[in-house]
């Protein structure tokens, strides 16, 4: 799975205003426009070490409704490589506790895919999991999964 944001200016153009006091690089808008974008990814489809399911049963009737809780132990993380998903967001960061909701939109292979979690700041040496995100795919295309997948 897979996610890129929009570049983090394309509503409006970013400013070094030195005027501005801000609380923290998180609330600076000329730190966000240094990182550009966020994209938040996995290579891998296992949950708690373990598969959802064989290829054998996934089906769109089996995605349908299929909710997922992934990484949802982040207070005990010892090495955050070990994390089910990576994310780049003001730097190389973490994300854990995940939950992610498939919905089957009436009888065709599309879906909606609703995916939250929490963020920490690792790049900056920040490892408390304290800002939230949520993402909405509307229309999402049932993935095919490639033959070498057990």
């Given at each position: 799975m897979h996610l890129e944001s929009a570049d983090y200016y394309a509503e409006r153009d970013i400013e070094d205003d030195e005027d501005?006091?801000?609380p923290s690089d998180w609330a600076a808008p000329i730190v966000w426009g240094n990182y550009h974008s966020c994209t938040l990814s996995s290579n891998y489809w296992h949950h708690g070490g373990f598969r959802v399911c064989s290829k054998a049963e996934y089906t769109p009737e089996f995605l349908d409704g299929l909710e997922l809780l992934?990484?949802?132990s982040h207070e005990t993380v010892d090495n955050y490589d070990d994390l089910a998903f990576h994310i780049y967001l003001l730097g190389h960061?973490?994300?854990?506790?995940h939950r992610i909701r498939f919905e089957r939109?009436?009888?065709?292979l599309q879906f909606k895919i609703v995916w939250s979690g929490l963020i920490a700041l690792a790049y900056v040496g920040d490892y408390e999991f304290k800002h939230e995100f949520s993402a909405l795919v509307s229309n999402a295309e049932y993935p095919v999964l490639s033959g070498n997948v057990a």
């Open positions: 501005d006091d801000y992934v990484d949802p960061d973490a994300v854990a506790k939109i009436g009888d065709t």
